[in-house]
């Protein structure tokens, strides 16, 4: 079976899709206009339950999601997917050293163009991925969105919204 419903939040209304009794996608921003579904729209324990803990999140009282997903995706997909989720929150990487985890240094425009097609942002945290020297760039729900996520875990931002300032000190007691 195939639910989705439609939630809001501090970064704007989102869809959260269940199959089977497991999430495969979640669209914000920007990337509610490529919303296609074939399945009910219904509200489903198991979505209800992913929106708590999304609201928890965006209340900065959990760091960690605690729900069953499915991803599908090329086995280069999804070996990128797997190293989003060992970026601890609070935390964020580059595209190169993302690559270099990958076992690829050469591999960035790749590692961007699979963290793009996350299907699960937020859960799996690509917007914990910046460019070389703190910049900002692309995101697929849009970079209004990825700088919206890392105030949330205490960065600070240009005030053109172009570039990672510092964790805010507020937040350092998260980050260990």
Not at 21 to 49: C, F, K, M, Y
Not at 56 to 78: K, M, N
Not at 113 to 129: D, T
Request: net charge positive.
């Amino acid at each position: 079976m195939k639910a989705i419903y439609k939630y809001d939040g501090p970064i704007g209304p989102y869809l959260v899709q269940e199959t089977d009794g497991a999430l495969t996608r979640i669209w914000v921003g920007n990337r509610l206009e490529r919303v296609s579904h074939d399945g009910e729209w219904q509200e489903t324990p198991l979505l209800a339950e992913a929106d708590r803990q999304l609201k928890a999140y965006f209340e900065r009282r959990l760091t960690c999601f605690d729900l069953p997903w499915r991803l599908e995706g090329t086995p280069f997909q999804l070996k990128i997917w797997r190293l989003l989720q060992e970026i601890p929150y609070g935390t964020v990487i580059t595209y190169g050293e993302l690559a270099r985890r990958s076992g690829d240094e050469k591999a960035c425009r790749a590692v961007g163009m699979a963290n793009g097609r996350n299907p699960l942002p937020i859960l799996i945290p690509c917007h914990r991925v910046i460019g070389a020297h703190g910049k900002l760039t692309g995101y697929t729900g849009g970079l209004s969105v990825k700088v919206a996520l890392l105030r949330v875990e205490g960065w600070q931002v240009s005030p053109d919204e172009r570039t990672l300032l510092r964790v805010a000190a507020s937040q350092r007691h998260l980050l260990g």
